[in-house]
């Protein structure tokens, strides 16, 4: 299967779906980051994930600072596009347009670009899978969401694979928030046309 994956940082990737993609080596993956790219420390330890998950990818410069100011949605649009080499894919995978916890607009901004494109036509693809996660408003670290049709149970040498990516090469230490986040169950929201993308959100906001 061609595959992307399609993230605003490197390391969401791993968090949210690095063992499916550990689960599946023989997919053709490419992984694309929005942010980071001009951050030679990250971009070095992007590229020892990638050759872990037998894939392929590349990282943008979109601004990342910490007041999280908001990205006009032509600018969001056009750094996938100029990012995402241009073909169809089987899958892709990104970000829910709810992000995965409470709250990184960032997250959400690419979650609802890869929407806009699909819907546009711009492009294509035959399903598109969100990551499904939620911390009920920061009470606990994100949990999948049970009700998600694609759940990826991971097997403990898998999870401990995951781990290592988060912990060793990331470098994000003990007791961290991506630490003590690592789901052991990845959890998918599954659509195949972009007209479902809204029947689930009008579903999930009655």
């Known amino acids: 299967m061609n595959v992307a994956v399609i993230v605003a940082h490197p390391d969401d990737e791993t968090l949210w779906a690095g063992g499916t993609l550990l689960i599946h080596p023989l997919w053709q993956t490419y992984i694309v980051g929005l942010c980071r790219g001009k951050d030679e420390e990250r971009k070095e330890k ?20 910490p007041e999280q100011n908001p990205k006009p949605e032509n600018e ?16 892709i995978i990104t970000h829910s347009i ?29 399903e598109l899978w969100t990551f499904a996660y939620e911390d009920n408003h920061k009470a606990h670290y994100p949990l999948p969401q049970h009700q998600a049709p694609v759940q990826m149970n991971l097997s403990a040498e898998i999870w401990l694979r995951k781990y290592n990516i988060i912990t060793a090469i990331y ?15 990845e959890a998918f929201w599954r659509f195949t046309n972009p007209p479902d993308v809204d029947n689930q959100n009008k579903s999930n906001n009655n």
């Open 46 to 65: 992007f590229i020892r994930a990638l050759k872990l998950y037998n894939a392929k990818g590349v990282l943008g410069d979109l601004d990342d600072g």
């Open 171 to 185: 470098g994000f230490s003990k007791n961290s928030f991506e630490e003590q986040t690592t789901p052991r169950t």
């Open 76 to 91: 969001i649009d056009d750094k996938i596009l100029e990012l995402l080499p241009a073909k169809h894919y089987d899958l």
């Open 98 to 126: 709810h992000g995965e916890y409470t709250r990184h607009i960032r997250h959400e901004e690419v979650g609802r670009a890869v929407i806009r494109l699909w819907s546009g036509g711009r492009i294509t693809m035959n």
